[in-house]
């Protein structure tokens, strides 16, 4: 993902990339030679407590990102925050307190809220009384890094907040509760979950459904697909998200994009939001938010019981 996010920035005038910081020092040297310059590290503090550098990315394993956020937060910097915000609420809360401590903007990568598809379905619904989310995948390898429960916690924490922040970015509600129910059902070796399907009530009365895992992605709608209904209007977003179809009761109309575009806007609105001097479109509270859906989700899945979602500042 930072050489993903590095590509999206170095398009864009504003900004100079300076530092490329990884554990293998290798890494971090090819991605100073495929962009051109910067210097390289394998130190973050080094990146953090350089007073030549405005902005950090932090696209590391998840585990890792309270404590990299914090020292790069109490430097100055502001920050750019890799999905999912941290793997629990406790980590979560710390990188909030961090936050009371200095004004510096953050803002989390949920980069599906900025396909031209979002914002076409958001201005078509504005008020969804039942939602459809999906986000399933092929089997990830049980060598990949995010099926590690410390440092990646399996494939539904790691991409559920996806889910989770797109509904409640659609619904524009507060979610109260959630029932789900899921497990492990293809990789037995590690202690996560890898399959789960969710229902979850909003604070407006609206309820969505949402299945999220990797027991094989469809070809169909992709590994992305999220249905929206208000009663009589629909829509149906797919194709990664690429591609809606919108439905009023008597007419159907659709919108396709050639690219998946939502990495790329998300770059250029935060990259915008640093110099207007304005908060980010996705605070803190909204990674906050995703993360509390997800730890409740799971807090269900094992209990056998629905459980409230706090609503805590």
């Known amino acids: 993902m930072g050489e993903l996010h590095a590509r999206c920035l170095r398009d864009i005038e504003e900004v100079a990339l300076a530092s490329f910081c990884d554990v293998e020092e290798s890494r971090a040297q090819q991605l100073k030679e495929q962009f051109n310059g910067g210097d390289t590290t394998v130190e973050a503090g080094q990146v953090f407590r350089d007073d030549a550098i405005d902005v950090v990315y932090i696209c590391t394993h998840h585990d890792s990102h309270a404590g990299l956020a914090i020292e790069a937060i109490e430097q100055g910097k502001h920050v750019f925050m890799e999905k999912p915000l941290a793997l629990n609420i406790e980590d979560a809360m710390t990188i909030g307190t961090a936050l009371k401590r200095k004004t510096v903007s953050f803002m989390v990568g949920f980069k599906l809220r900025f396909n031209p598809s979002v914002e076409k379905t958001r201005a078509f619904i504005r008020k969804p009384v039942l939602s459809i989310g999906q986000v399933t995948d092929v089997r990830w390898p049980d060598s990949f890094w995010g099926n590690d429960p410390e440092k990646g916690g399996g494939n539904v924490l790691s991409q559920g907040c996806h889910a989770m922040d797109l509904l409640r970015f659609v619904h524009r509600s507060e979610p109260v509760r959630v029932y789900a129910e899921g497990g492990n059902f293809g ?27 990797d027991s094989g992605k469809t070809s169909v709608v992709s590994k992305f697909s999220f249905q929206f209904m208000d009663g009589s209007k629909s829509a149906h977003l797919y194709n990664r998200l690429k591609s809606v179809a919108f439905s009023d009761g008597s ?19 935060f990259v915008n939001t640093l110099l207007r001097n304005d908060a980010p479109p996705v605070t803190f509270y909204d990674g906050l ?6 730890i409740a989700a799971f807090e269900s899945l094992k209990t056998g019981l629905p459980r409230d979602i706090p609503r805590q500042d």
């Open 187 to 213: 990789h037995p070796r590690f202690d996560i979950i890898d399959n789960m399907v969710a229902t979850i009530s909003f604070a407006d009365g609206a309820v969505s459904t949402v299945a999220v895992g």
């Open 251 to 269: 007419r159907e109309t659709r919108y396709h994009c050639r690219e998946e575009l939502g990495l790329v806007n998300m770059n250029k609105v």
């Open 289 to 294: 938010q995703a993360t509390r859906m997800m």
